[in-house]
Every structure is written in structure tokens, then in C-alpha cells.
């Protein structure tokens, strides 16, 4: 099957250099180490970019980690603030995209590939410029960042004064000290970094080596049952309703329907992402019950281990009209409802995934990271 396939591939192509894992972090006196690496905005960057600046401060950051996204405005002020005092803010992102699993992704819209770095930087307008070092991490070897976000800030010499923690909490209430900030202020002023080192917290580098963790997943997916159950107007109506205690995303599909199926894939990689947290997917197909035979091998191929129903009569008008007397009976049909069964997103037609992925975002708690939810909600 795919996924089979895919889990080879990815165990089988592991690049050489990926045993080599936590390289040192670059030590204080160090110089600079040089770097040639791709920015979102279309050009290529070097240090000696930056080499008018007073002050560089490289962070190294990323798209997935729910501690980066709740730094990434933090960054942005930083950058914002020091602009006229001679200080450049880069941010480089280290991760190698394969090396991330599906189920490393329940806190964010996008992974770290360059292309989702693009869409990040335009969707949370960064005004620094954010690199590429996933394909061959040859940058982030020479820094040894430990976690994203991890801090190094170099004086006019692109000497090492500083390298940890942005300031001394993920949650910006709750700062007492802004290290990143007294470093850079300590070098405009000619004066000794006060502390030099301190601990990173947040996601740990994804190096090349962890790419067979992505393998060793999507080889599990594969092993999940796939099932498919028949659903009467009584269960549409208990569905729209939403008792499950969670956030329902419902996609309404058929096996004949072209956009149903090409879109498909992308709402078993919601589930994958998001099922380890107050969230649950349910795919209906409007199919006649007498199509069963045909529709569990769509699901199969998809390894569609979400949970999966089909029309359990031949009345699809009264049972759409069950789930939602307004629903002029069009596939696909998506409705996202929240917990307290109200709807926060209804549209019938193909989707914008990455729109879905930050309406439930929004709408999931965060008990376990709070918040994240606010970060994704006030967007």
C-alpha cells in the first residue's frame, strides 16, 4: 500500500550524516559560523549580509513547535524595536520536514517544509528574514541549537556574547527576565553581557536521523482498522448536535464525486494531527447503503481509520435534511462544530485545508498548553 511504501522509502533514504545527532551548541568567543541559505522572500542569504549590523541575532525557530508560534510575535517586536539601533534579527529554520511525524503536529496549521514556511511568514507578516536549513541542516550543525526558539547574538566582531532562551517564559505574562533583550542593550552600550548562557525550553531540533520515527508512524497507520458503519436520521441528528465532548469536524463525501475524493487524503491528515486532542473526524458518504461494497475500498486505500459512515437508507433527502434542513444537498459538504454544538465553519464544496486546520486550532482546548488556542483564535 502507500503508506507501506512510503515507510520504506523514508527508512531506506536516510542521508549519511544523519547519525550524527545534538551536535554542540557553539560556544561564547565563537565566530560566527558563515551560512548560504534560502529565505522565503525569494533571495539567498549570507552573514556577510549583515555585516553592517552592530548586532546579529540569528534565531533559530520553526512552524510546528506551539513554543515557537507563542514567540513568534515576541520576535517580531524584537525585530521591530532594534531596527534603528543597528541590530539585524535573522531567523533560520532547522528541522528536516521528514523527520517530523503527523502526530508531532496537533498544535500547529503547517509543518516545516520551505514551501509552509512561506505561507507562514506571509500569514503572521514576518519582517525578518526566515531561512531554510531543513533539506540539509549543514547550518544548524555548526550553531547546535538545542530547541526551537533558541537565541544567538553576536557583537560587531560576529563574536558569540550570548546564546539560550528568548526570555524566561513560553507564556509572555508570566516574563521576569528578557535575556535576549539585556544582551543585545549590554553590546549597544559597550558593556559585558550580563549572563551569557542560559537553558532553551520548546521542541527539540528535528534532525535527519529522526526521519525513521515519520516511517515507524505512518507503518502503525497502517496497521489501525479501517471500519465503516450505517448511520439513520436519529444518529444525523445526534451528530449535529455534537455530544461527543469534542470538537466535530463531519465531511460529507461519495465515492463518485470527484472533489470528494482528491480531498479526501488531506481530512485523514486532520485526524492523524489532531486525534490526540479534544478533536474527532467523522466522514459520511451519501452513497446508498446498497454501495457499501464500493465505498469500503475508497476507504481502504485512503487507510481512512477516522471514524466512517454511510447513509443507512435509500431517503439521502430526508437524511440530509436530518443532519441540516437548510443543506441544498451538495457534495462535499464540511461542517466543523464546536464542542457546545454550535458551528463554527459550514461550506459545501472542495476546502481550504489550511483554513480548516486553523479554524480547529481555534477552537480546541489547550488544557495541556495554554495558550495556544488564544494564539490561533486572535489570528
Not at 560556544?27 to 534560502?38: E, K, V, W
Not at 521576569?176 to 531540533?205: M, N
Amino acid at each position: 500500500m502507500r503508506i507501506a511504501l512510503m515507510a520504506f522509502l523514508i527508512a531506506t533514504c536516510t542521508p549519511a550524516f544523519a547519525i550524527e545527532e545534538n551536535p554542540p551548541t557553539l560556544a561564547i568567543g565563537a565566530a560566527a559560523p558563515d551560512f548560504t541559505l534560502p529565505g522565503v522572500d525569494g533571495k539567498t542569504y549570507n552573514l556577510s549580509d549583515f555585516s553592517s549590523s552592530k548586532v546579529l541575532v540569528i534565531v533559530f525557530t520553526c512552524n510546528h513547535c506551539p513554543t515557537a508560534q507563542l514567540y513568534e510575535d515576541r520576535i517580531k517586536q524584537l525585530a521591530t524595536d532594534y531596527s534603528d539601533h543597528g541590530v539585524a534579527l535573522v531567523a533560520i529554520q532547522p528541522n528536516d520536514p521528514k523527520a517530523i511525524r503527523l502526530d508531532e503536529l496537533g498544535y500547529t496549521d503547517l509543518s516545516d517544509s520551505f514551501p509552509e514556511m512561506k505561507i507562514r511568514a506571509e500569514y503572521s507578516h514576518f519582517n525578518f528574514p526566515y531561512l531554510y536549513d531543513g533539506e540539509i541542516q549543514a547550518t544548524a550543525r555548526k550553531y547546535g541549537p538545542t530547541a526551537t526558539p533558541h537565541a544567538f547574538v553576536f557583537d560587531s566582531h560576529r563574536k558569540l556574547r550570548y546564546e539560550g532562551r528568548l526570555d524566561s517564559s513560553a507564556r509572555e505574562a508570566l516574563v521576569k527576565k528578557r535575556d535576549a533583550r539585556k544582551a543585545i542593550d549590554a553590546l549597544l552600550a559597550g558593556e559585558p553581557v550580563p549572563v551569557e548562557k542560559t537553558p532553551t525550553f520548546g521542541c527539540s531540533i528535528k534532525w535527519a536521523s529522526k526521519e525513521q520515527s515519520q516511517a515507524a508512524e505512518l507503518a502503525r497507520i497502517e496497521q489501525e482498522p479501517v471500519t465503516l458503519e450505517m448511520v439513520n436520521a436519529e444518529g444525523l441528528q445526534a451528530l449535529r448536535k455534537n455530544g461527543t465532548g469534542k470538537v466535530l469536524l463531519i465531511d460529507f463525501w461519495a465515492t463518485w464525486c470527484g472533489p470528494c475524493v482528491r480531498e479526501f487524503p488531506e481530512f485523514q491528515t486532520m485526524y492523524r494531527m489532531y486525534r490526540h486532542r479534544p478533536f474527532q473526524l467523522v466522514t459520511i458518504a451519501t452513497n446508498f447503503p446498497d454501495e457499501r461494497k464500493g465505498v469500503m475500498p475508497v476507504l481502504e486505500r485512503q487507510h481512512a481509520t477516522s471514524k466512517n459512515l454511510l447513509f443507512g437508507t435509500m431517503d439521502s433527502y430526508g437524511l440530509m435534511a436530518a443532519f441540516d434542513p437548510d443543506w441544498n444537498a451538495g457534495v462535499p459538504y464540511t461542517v466543523l462544530i464546536r464542542q457546545d454544538g454550535t458551528v463554527a465553519y459550514e461550506h459545501q464544496g472542495p476546502i481550504d485545508p489550511i483554513e480548516i486546520r486553523r479554524l480547529i486550532l481555534a477552537n480546541v482546548p489547550d488544557d495541556d498548553y495554554i495558550g495556544i488556542r488564544a494564539h490561533w483564535s486572535t489570528k
